[in-house]
């Protein structure tokens, strides 16, 4: 039975993880703002399995509660086997452009409040000499575009720290592992248009379960935008920045 | 090509708006439309669309509440499929008490069309075995409905259509089993005569039955009757089914592929597969009861111009069957054809919704290719016989039939209206009032 933390734990993507956890009966640890979507999930995942439960009602965002719920969870659990940080808004690009309020609103949610979280929980691994940490990044970090580059830049500041964790913790036992994600049908894009390109949640879910127990370090999903993002990236500067991406 | 149709791809739905209701707590999506409840879409006709209205999906309301595993009680939001379901409590040795021939059904759309199995005669609809679910009117009221509380309501929703309010969660009870294998028997019958005495023997002993029937060759009705039992086996024993894996119908085909001769050809062929008969074997519940969910969008393989589904059921313990016969001498002078026909009597369990289309008798669905003013001509003029003998046509397979067949087919019509709640309605409701 594995001690699994789960921040962000309301996202869609974030509960298709943690119901293929509970289905094979391990410890839960969900960490998330909205009370009453906890609520709902964590009865779900009693339901599915899951041997024990616990919740963490506190608003991610909220940088200053970070070194104690941390401490608060270790001193509880003692070890934690995995952690998924998958919590994240995509925000209002347009209004990102213009707007420092919500500029530092996508900056904070998507990345600052990683890499604080990353600071106390790595040092927690560390010690207990074991486990891993996946994050949950974006194909939008690969490369810069006009769509929505507050959100990009936000989620490659999170791939060059996840990458960077991972090559400090190599020699400690614990293992990073970065998921770049390609857009998914759920509540978070649920004013956008589905192409074909998006991928299901479940699937996604599935994809992010693999990627961790077959330590891998960085996973593209769903796969294909491995090739998409190697194409993108390959196009010269010079011609890119006339695209209209 | 719109984002929300129904199975049968016909009819072509309107200018829907779609907005998923975010949790079981939430108000109702609201936009000035008419609403409907919107599950996986797999009623066939125009039940579940609804032309310049407004579809409240339940993707988002898919989460347990309760299970016990001693009881098999289990308590689940609404927009929880029946795949799901299963991959919960079957490792247990639990059941769905009755299944439709899909597990790709949420339990908000087997409660509102009170959807029936190969179980009937044993267990009823699903409905007989839903204890209590929650209603949220269009008002902002939330209803506990039970045949104890608000049990007029209970009994107007269950088969209701979606037309009551919205079922945020629902209780029902899980049946048990020895194992996830059928014991399965196959006998090949060659008239409706064999077809009602084997009936008849075999839901004394066994749990579930269906047939196959050919009713385009033969002269009489021929066919394959399966039957089965929930058997004991140790290996594997509580095995559950695969995901769907790469078999699907990507696009959709050409008119020409389904024509008289294929489904001729296709008719023939399966009889004559199956004609070494009188087989028994154990067979996994996945192809016993959802042969088709393995091919992904199968419903693809009529074209772009879609299919209707026909489903009707009839009293024949007084005419020996006589009306049935006249609707298959119909169909085979009609020359339209029929891939799939399924053939199974229904026991004399009372169904409760208003709505509700089982009764005790004999029901056969069809699949047609969409040939257009034809085929809808066929299809009234078997309407006028189900009419004539008290029998029903299935609203969730329908897509065409008339306002005074409607009427006819169902005597609690006006009992029912006084429940649809005040904002909602269907494509398929604004058709047959």
Redesign the interface.
Same mark, same amino acid.
């Given at each position: 039975m594995k001690k699994i933390l789960i921040i962000g734990a309301t996202s869609a993507i974030a509960q298709e993880v943690a119901k293929i956890y509970a289905q094979k009966k391990h410890e839960l640890i969900l960490w998330g703002r909205n009370a009453e979507m906890l609520n709902i999930i964590s009865q779900d995942l009693k339901v599915r399995g899951s041997s024990a439960l616990t919740i963490i009602n506190h608003d991610l965002n909220d940088l200053t509660a970070h070194a104690s719920k941390v401490d608060e969870i270790w001193s509880t659990h003692s070890k934690i086997d995995i952690v998924l940080l998958a919590h994240g808004v995509l925000g209002d690009p347009r209004k990102a452009e213009v707007n420092q309020q919500e500029m530092l609103h996508l900056l904070n949610s998507n990345f600052i409040s990683h890499a604080s979280l990353l600071t106390f929980i790595s040092q927690k691994m560390v010690k207990q000499g074991y486990g891993t940490i996946a994050v949950i990044s974006s194909v939008a970090g690969d490369r810069g575009k006009q769509s929505n580059y507050v959100y990009g830049s936000a989620k490659a500041g999170m791939t060059t720290f996840t990458d960077g964790l991972r090559n400090r913790l190599f020699s400690t036992g614990v293992h990073v592992v970065n998921l770049k994600l390609g857009p998914v049908d759920t509540p978070m894009t649920k004013d956008h248009k589905k192409t074909p390109l998006f991928g299901k949640a479940p699937s996604v879910g599935r994809g992010i379960v693999n990627a961790i127990e077959a330590r891998k370090n960085t996973v593209y999903l769903p796969f294909f935008w491995r090739f998409i993002m190697m194409i993108i990236k390959s196009i010269p500067e010079s011609i890119f920045k006339r695209l209209r991406l | 090509m719109n984002?929300f149709p129904s199975w049968g791809l016909y009819p072509k739905a309107q200018e829907q708006v779609f907005k998923?209701i +975010? +949790?079981? @707590?939430s108000k109702l999506p609201t936009s000035g439309l008419a609403c409907l409840p919107r599950g996986l879409g797999r009623s066939y006709g125009d039940s579940c669309l609804n032309d310049h209205g407004l579809l409240i999906g339940t993707s988002?309301l898919n989460? @347990? %509440?309760? @299970?016990d595993q001693n009881t098999g009680k %289990?308590i689940?939001e609404s927009g929880v499929s029946f795949d799901e379901i299963l991959?919960?409590v079957l490792p247990t040795g639990w059941f769905l008490p009755v299944t439709p021939g899909t597990k790709y059904v949420t339990v908000g759309g087997a409660i509102a069309n009170d959807v029936h199995g190969k179980n009937h005669h044993r267990a009823g609809n699903f409905g007989h075995h839903v204890l209590k679910f929650e209603l949220l009117k269009s008002s902002g009221e939330r209803l506990i409905c039970s045949r104890e509380s608000n049990s007029d309501l209970f009994f107007a929703t269950i088969g209701g259509l979606g037309l009551t309010g919205f079922i945020t969660w629902a209780e029902f009870k899980l049946t048990k089993i020895q194992s996830s294998w059928i014991h399965q028997q196959q006998i090949q019958f060659n008239s409706l005569a064999d077809f009602f005495s084997l009936s008849q023997e075999s839901e004394r002993d066994f749990e579930f039955t269906v047939s196959w029937v050919d009713c385009v060759n033969s002269k009489d009705i021929r066919g394959i009757f399966i039957r089965g039992n929930f058997g004991e086996i140790e290996k594997d024993r509580y095995r559950l089914h695969k995901e769907p894996g790469m078999k699907r119908v990507p696009f959709f085909l050409p008119k020409i592929t389904l024509n008289s001769l294929s489904v001729r050809a296709f008719n023939e062929l399966y009889y004559r597969k199956n004609l070494s008969s009188n087989k028994k074997n154990s067979i996994h519940y996945d192809p016993f009861f959802y042969p088709l969910d393995s091919i992904h969008h199968w419903n693809k393989i009529y074209g772009r111009r879609g299919f209707l589904q026909y489903q009707f059921v009839i009293p024949y313990k007084d005419d020996q069957g006589a009306a049935l016969y006249e609707i298959f001498d119909i169909l085979k002078k009609s020359q339209m054809g029929s891939f799939l026909a399924v053939l199974k009597t229904f026991g004399s369990i009372p169904s409760e919704g208003m709505l509700s289309f089982p009764k005790e008798g004999v029901t056969l669905a069809l699949d047609f290719p969409n040939h257009g003013e034809k085929l809808l001509k066929v299809l009234s003029k078997c309407d006028e016989i189900v009419k004539s003998v008290q029998g029903a046509v299935y609203p969730a397979k329908d897509a065409r039939m008339s306002k005074e067949s409607f009427a006819a087919f169902y005597p609690r019509l006006s009992e029912f209206e006084k429940h649809i709640d005040p904002k909602f309605s269907s494509s398929f409701w604004r058709r047959v009032r």
């Open positions: - | 984002e998923n +975010s +949790s079981r @707590f988002y989460h @347990f %509440i309760d @299970f %289990i689940c991959k919960v």
